[in-house]
């Protein structure tokens, strides 16, 4: 693999929209049989949300190695929605340079924090939030799924 220096965050493309399905794809098809569905970020149209310029990736090169989808929340919040590393990639600090960038965008449109959910059965994400400050705020079920809920001040 390559040195993480040479991994760039761009805006995400619309021609980038196939290899970020895939991607997604293929980041939570393992967690499929877990939830018995897919998990949400796996069933998205990424096109449209490519167009609302607030969908950013992680590249080498040509290749996708990870992305991040966020929004604006009404109450001034930031909600990160998607986050999704390759499993080739993982490991390698992706994830968090891909929140950290996030983060900071989401206090320079002056958000006053961020918030995520992640699928309870997902342990990986569990353990990455909380490393980057967020706290667990709740848990419980919606849309057909068992999620835990953080926030993080910005």
Known sequence: MTEDVDILLRR?????????????????????????????????????????????VAVFGAQILGVIYTYPEDDGGVMLDVLAVSEAARGRGIAKRLILEAEARARRDGATEMRVYTNAVMSGPQRLYPKLGYTETHRGKSDGYDRIHYEKRL
């Open 12 to 56: 995400a493309e619309g021609q980038d929209a196939a290899a970020i399905t895939d991607l997604v794809a293929a980041a939570f098809a393992s967690y499929t049989p877990l939830i018995g569905k897919p998990p949400a970020p796996a069933l998205y149209d990424y096109a449209p949300l490519i167009e609302t310029g607030r969908v950013r």
